[in-house]
């Protein structure tokens, strides 16, 4: 099946300091959404894109559908403890189908 | 409250023995998906309805079935579980279309021995 690349596979930063990450696809998608999943939670969306070049925020989160329709990335600003989790990237094909990154886990050192 | 519920949210099987993972959403979602979840590999879609008997297979269907009788349900079958389908399953619903959000369930841990 389809593969999404997501990096880095896991993070451990300062409280305070901004994160960065991204997704590649070897084919296009119709929209990008980013979710983060916390321990024994189900995924919550934190981010939907639609249009390629799409830039969109959500309050410290942003992130955008690139311009090849197969890459997007999620930065997030000041970090704090709450951000601790799992960020997914999740494309949805032509087809209607969903396909997910590997996750990336996200430390946050107070 | 609107929710997506999951029925059981742990299950231990035994290899063979067919078994139905329920999911049922109270928000009128006409789209309503199921997906696996395993170490190292994120999250898969197993199958997804975009509504009232419509279903199509989503990245890894083999051994599962599923139906869409009603809008509020879609139940996951597996009617002879093997070892390799031992993971964390996850139902989800969105309002009108998949592009639309996706509210997931709590999750239904699975262990075929």
């Known amino acids: 099946g389809q593969q999404l690349n997501q990096s880095p596979q896991s993070m451990f930063i300062q409280e305070g300091e901004d994160v960065s990450m991204n997704c590649t696809s070897s084919?296009?998608?119709?929209?990008w959404l980013w979710y983060k999943q916390d321990p024994g939670e189900g995924p919550v969306l934190l981010i939907a894109?639609?249009?390629?070049?799409e830039l969109t925020s959500n309050g410290r989160l942003t992130a955008q559908f690139g311009i090849t329709r197969k890459d997007s990335f999620l930065n997030i600003s000041a970090s704090i403890p709450s951000d601790v989790g799992i960020y997914f990237c999740?494309?949805?094909?032509?087809?209607?189908?969903?396909?997910f990154g590997t996750g990336t886990s996200l430390t946050v050192i107070p | 409250e609107a929710q997506v519920t999951q029925n059981p949210r742990y299950l231990i099987t035994v290899t063979g023995k067919k078994l139905t993972v329920t999911c049922s959403q109270n928000?009128?979602?006409?789209?309503m998906s199921w997906y696996r979840q395993d170490p190292g590999l994120g999250l898969r879609q197993i199958y997804y309805?975009?509504?009232?008997?419509?279903?199509d297979k989503g990245d890894v269907p083999e051994g599962y079935k599923v139906s869409r009788k009603e809008k509020r349900n879609f139940p996951l079958i597996l009617e002879s579980p093997s070892p390799n389908q031992t993971s964390l399953y996850f139902c989800?619903?969105?309002?009108?279309?998949?592009?639309?959000?996706?509210?997931f369930g709590p999750g239904t841990r699975l262990l075929v021995l």
């Open positions: 309805s975009m509504n009232v008997e419509v279903t």
């Open positions: 999740a494309g949805l094909s032509y087809g209607n189908q969903f396909y």
């Open positions: 989800a619903s969105s309002l009108a279309s998949p592009q639309e959000t996706q509210y």
């Open positions: 928000m009128n979602h006409e789209y």
């Open positions: 084919s296009i998608f119709n929209t």
């Open positions: 894109l639609y249009k390629a070049g």
